[in-house]
Structure formats: structure tokens, C-alpha cells
């Protein structure tokens, strides 16, 4: 049972632009919601996270948007780098228990 | 340096070979975790263990066993291996402890590229 649905499986985005990834949850329960960026070859490290108290969340270029009502929840990458070419995984959990719920997973490349 | 540690990173062997993969973390968290990676890059918990004892236990196969000495290390050992566990397996710790309701950021190893031949 797939409780995470993450969207689009790959994205292509030209150098400067902005890049977009979207997730959509069922289990209302859900309270943490973090995303990932994983390299190739390297394991999965924690980009940034919301709860669900905010409907946004920006850190330097990145940007969390939260919709509770609509159970969604996307990642924005502005001014998308080179560098920023990875795989990008939504999750979700609760505080009360200990395992994440992870997307599906976004291949993102960002061309100069 | 802290971090979560694997060894090995890669591992080719035969089908039927047992098998193990080790991880450590020095992050003085109480919980670890395994994750299988498949070739389509979807992350599958495995196991979690919480001060060693084991909280999470998904659907695996029995060939698939962790064990948790200490809550610094966190072993998965992997039996009679068969084609379809070739994948990348990733350890992970996180400081989260039962109950006090921390977010549960989650600490992910190099991972172990595993190839059954």
C-alpha cells in the first residue's frame, strides 16, 4: 500500500529555472513531512522538512508549499543548478511512530 | 568524522552464498534501520530496531536477518542469496527514541551495492 504517490518519476529543467515535485498523502495522521536528496552513488540526506502547522517552508533555494486540506505537499527549487541534479524522495511520518513513508522517488536533471 | 558507516560498499557472490553487511553509526542515536533500494531507485524499509530491540519487522523474506549488538551497530545478514536481492541496501539511525516525540530525521549510510550472480 503505497501511502506517499510522488510526481513527476523524472524532470528535465533547464539551468535557472524552477523545478517542481509534488507528493500526495493519504494517512491523515501524518505530521512531518521532509524531503530527501540523494546523489548518485551516496545515501539520502535530509534537504529540508514541514510541519503541518505552516503552509510554507523556504530554506535558501528551496521551498516546501503544504496544503492540508488537500493532503499535498510539494518541493520547489528555485533557480535550479547543475548541482542540484539528483533523486529528490518526499516522505512522511507521525511523532508518535518511527518509520517514514517514502515517495517514489524524482530523478531530476538540470542541463547548463 | 560522526556519520553512519557500511561495510562493505560493494559485495558480488554467488546465488545460495550467505552473507553479511554491517553498519555502525557514531551519532549516539537509538534508533537504526535498513532500507532496500531496487534498480528503480524506490526505498523499502526492512528493519528498524530501537535501543536494540526490534520495532519495525516489514515483510521480508526469513532469509533476511538483522542483528542489533549494541545500539551503535545494527548487522544485516542475508542467507541463501537469490538474484532478486541484488539492490542497494542503506543503514540509517535516527535520534528519535519511543515516546518523546522527536521528528524523525533519518541518518542514511553510503549504502552496500549487493550483486548476486
Known amino acids: 500500500q503505497q501511502q506517499v504517490k510522488q510526481s513527476p518519476q523524472s524532470l528535465i529543467v533547464q539551468k535557472g529555472g524552477i523545478s517542481i515535485i509534488n507528493c500526495a498523502y493519504e494517512n491523515t495522521a501524518f505530521d512531518y513531512f521532509p524531503w530527501y536528496q540523494q546523489f548518485p552513488g551516496k545515501g539520502p540526506a535530509l534537504l529540508i522538512a514541514i510541519r503541518p502547522d505552516v503552509s510554507e517552508k523556504k530554506e535558501g533555494r528551496f521551498t516546501i508549499s503544504f496544503n492540508k486540506s488537500a493532503k499535498q505537499f510539494s518541493l520547489h527549487i528555485m533557480d535550479s543548478q547543475p548541482g542540484d541534479s539528483a533523486t529528490y524522495f518526499c516522505a512522511a511520518s507521525t511523532t508518535s511512530g518511527s518509520r517514514l513513508t517514502f515517495g517514489e522517488g524524482t530523478q531530476l536533471t538540470v542541463n547548463p | 568524522d560522526t556519520a553512519v558507516s557500511q561495510t562493505p560498499k560493494y559485495l558480488v557472490t554467488q546465488m545460495g552464498n550467505d552473507k553479511s553487511i554491517k553498519c555502525e553509526q557514531n551519532l549516539g542515536h537509538d534508533t537504526m534501520y535498513w532500507y532496500k533500494q531496487d534498480s528503480k531507485k524506490f526505498l523499502k524499509i526492512m528493519f528498524s530496531?530501537?535501543?536494540?530491540?526490534?520495532?519495525i519487522n516489514e515483510t521480508v523474506p526469513n532469509r533476511f536477518s538483522p542483528k542489533s549488538p549494541d545500539k551503535a551497530h545494527l548487522n544485516l545478514h542475508i542467507n541463501s542469496l537469490e538474484l532478486g536481492d541484488s539492490a542497494v541496501y542503506f543503514c540509517?539511525?535516527?535520534?528519535?527514541?519511543?515516546?518523546?516525540?522527536?521528528?524523525?530525521?533519518?541518518?542514511f549510510g553510503p549504502g552496500t551495492r549487493l550483486t548476486v550472480l
Open positions: 530496531y530501537n535501543n536494540k530491540e526490534l520495532i
Open positions: 540509517a539511525s535516527s535520534p528519535r527514541t519511543i515516546g518523546r516525540g522527536f521528528y524523525n530525521e533519518q541518518f
